[in-house]
């Protein structure tokens, strides 16, 4: 078994594929993250990302896919769910061994553990779209924190782009210390040191003078458009599961 280690990006996975196919490895497994040890037999490879190969693997794929399968391979990859590594690097090499495209071949375990990825990510990635809730600060941006259980961030970028483009907004993914902030004409990622407020989510010093009033506004509407009688706790939960209550302003 040939191990290889990656820097868990999307050019360091398709430069571990040009070594797979230029050292002819099987069977390979993959990992993501540091070398530290490795298993006796056990030969370790760790992979230093490079663009030339990454873009020739890159432009193999899509002579043999088209460009929706291509996104769709890069959003599962990038949704960064622990132990799928290996089944996106079936995919690819199912693509590559193949004379025909393999999108809908769905009697292949790998290009259907893809499909059930690319669900599950868009699943969360719609959530994300109903569920920020914005806090306005003192310089007039609205901010907005997230704990999805999948890297959804970039895939936010075009809906709140489209449907906030005359505000600026930041929206934090707190569980991967990353944002996306629009200044009213482009998004870019950042990171941001929260030592003085403790906690990302925990913005309260930062707020507007007005902000507490748009709280209470919102909560009050949510209150009153409730009917008592039709109460369906289990319903409701299924489709806003508790997990995401804490960062929902009529939850607080």
Request: proline content about 2%.
């Amino acid at each position: 078994m040939n191990t290889l280690i990656y820097d868990g990006t999307f050019e360091g996975l398709l430069t571990a594929v040009f070594e797979i196919y230029e050292r002819k490895l099987y069977p390979v497994k993959l990992l993501k993250g540091e070398w530290h040890t490795s298993a006796l037999f056990e030969e370790v490879i760790p992979i230093v990302t490079d663009e030339a190969r990454a873009s020739r693997v890159l432009r193999g794929l899509r002579k043999k896919l088209s460009a929706a399968g291509v996104q769709r391979l890069y959003i599962s990859h990038m949704a960064e769910i622990a132990g799928e590594d290996c089944n996106v690097l079936g995919f690819i090499r199912h693509v590559f061994d193949s004379d025909q495209n393999i999108e809908e071949d769905y009697g292949n375990k790998y290009v259907m553990r893809l499909s059930e990825i690319l669900k599950m990510v868009r699943r969360e990635k719609h959530r994300m779209e109903a569920f920020v809730r914005f806090q306005k600060l003192n310089d007039g941006t609205f901010y907005a924190a997230i704990e999805p259980d999948f890297n959804v961030l970039p895939l936010l970028i075009k809906h709140f782009k489209s449907r906030y483009a005359d505000q600026k907004w930041m929206i934090y993914d707190i569980t991967r210390a990353y944002g996306l902030y629009y200044d009213l004409h482009d998004t870019q990622f950042i990171e941001m040191d929260f030592a003085e407020l403790n906690k990302p989510v925990n913005v309260i010093a930062a707020y507007s003078e007005d902000e507490g009033i748009y709280q209470n506004l919102w909560k009050n509407y949510f209150a009153s458009v409730n009917i008592a009688s039709r109460k369906n706790t289990r319903l409701h939960v299924r489709h806003i599961p508790k997990r995401y209550w804490r960062h929902l302003t009529e939850k607080i």
